[in-house]
Structure formats: structure tokens, C-alpha cells
Nanobody, 117 residues
Framework: QVQLVESGGGLVQPGGSLRLACAASGSIFSSRTMAWYRQAPGKQRELVAAITSGSSTNYPDSGKGRFTSSRDNAKNTVYMQMNSLKPEDTAVYYC???????????WGQGTQVTVSS
């Protein structure tokens, strides 16, 4: 069973930056499209970034221009650099592999991002 461990969250002021990491166990990581999601209190989980096995990326409007995803297949790790953070970016951030738009593995514990002055 693949396990996903997110890290890098924290408290940051508006306009600040954070770099999230997601470490995955399992040897098939490099062949998977990985995605970052977030869930704010009282809201549904939403997609914020996706990165293919070849490092092509896609960003829905919520993260476009501010979030950048990358991956290191040798380390089985995917990253998301988040810049110009806004209070509305406050959420728990998760990663998962996706296939046909559907998540593949059980969710990890996520990492809390709080943007507040």
C-alpha cells in the first residue's frame, strides 16, 4: 500500500511563500500523475495543481500564476512552491496520485497552511 506524507505547511503572512512536499512510498511513483488538493473548513476538497510523470503541469484558476509544482522521481517526492499567499489559501493541503481524474490512494494526513497576519 502506498503511503503519502505531506509536509511543509505552517503559518505565513499574506504575500508570503511556502514550499510543500509530498513523499510517497512505492516504486511506481515515477509513472504516476500526482496532484495537490486542498480543503478549507466547511468546503469541499479542490484540486490546485497536477504534475504528470514527465513534469507537465496544470493549475486550476485558484493556483495559477502563484503555485508551481515539481517532482523528484529519484526521491519519490512532489513539491509545490506557493507564492503570494492569500488568506483564502488557508486549508489543509493533500497530495495523491490521479488516474483519469480520480485519486488512486488513500489520503495522507495533509499539511495545514494558514495565511494570516
Amino acid at each position: 500500500q502506498v503511503q503519502l506524507v505531506e509536509s511543509g505547511g505552517g503559518l505565513v503572512q499574506p504575500g508570503g511563500s511556502l514550499r510543500l512536499a509530498c513523499a510517497a512510498s512505492g516504486s511506481i511513483f515515477s509513472s504516476r500523475t500526482m496532484a495537490w488538493y486542498r480543503q478549507a473548513p466547511g468546503k469541499q476538497r479542490e484540486l490546485v495543481a497536477a504534475i504528470t510523470s514527465g513534469s507537465s503541469t496544470n493549475y486550476p484558476d485558484s493556483g495559477k500564476g502563484r503555485f508551481t509544482s515539481s517532482r523528484d522521481n529519484a526521491k519519490n517526492t512532489v513539491y509545490m512552491q506557493m507564492n503570494s499567499l492569500k488568506p483564502e489559501d488557508t486549508a489543509v493541503y493533500y497530495c495523491d496520485a490521479v488516474l483519469g481524474g480520480v485519486v488512486v490512494y488513500a489520503w495522507g494526513q495533509g499539511t495545514q497552511v494558514t495565511v494570516s497576519s
